[in-house]
């Protein structure tokens, strides 16, 4: 079955950086479009940046020039570069897959619809 695993998260002050992974298994990744979203603490599910099959990528508006999306398909890994963190990134991040929806529609849609998710990774950003 398929499975996306994130790792990365943690805590760190704002200004720092971090870089989240998602290692997927049980689908031929290279033919999937992959997305990170994020869920703040008492917030919906919110689009943060995505990629096509063929590297396309989307930002969310609010980490545009700070985040950058990027995918390894020898690896099967989704990576999520966060620099310039700010204490309002603090949420948990996801990882979603979808062989269908772009990347693009992915962000407008805040993920809904995207087939497959990880159980997500935690980041803690303080001022």
């Known amino acids: 079955q398929v499975q996306l695993v994130e790792s990365g998260g943690g805590s760190v002050q704002a200004g720092g950086s971090l870089r989240l992974s998602c290692v997927a298994s049980?689908?031929?990744?290279?033919?999937?479009?992959m997305g990170w979203f994020r869920r703040a603490p008492g917030k919906e599910l919110e689009g943060v940046a995505a990629?096509?099959?063929?590297?396309?990528?989307t930002y969310a508006d609010s980490v545009k020039g700070r985040f950058t999306i990027s995918r390894d398909n020898d690896k099967s890994t989704l990576y999520l570069q966060m620099n310039t963190l700010k204490p309002e990134d603090t949420a948990m991040y996801y990882c979603?897959?979808?062989?269908?929806?772009?990347?693009?529609?992915?962000?407008?849609?805040?993920?809904?619809?995207?087939?497959?998710w990880g159980k997500g990774t935690l980041v803690t950003i303080s001022s």
């Open positions: 979603a897959a979808d062989s269908w929806i772009t990347a693009a529609i992915a962000i407008e849609r805040h993920g809904n619809g995207m087939a497959y």
């Open positions: 990629i096509d099959s063929d590297g396309s990528t």
């Open positions: 049980g689908l031929t990744f290279s033919r999937y479009s």
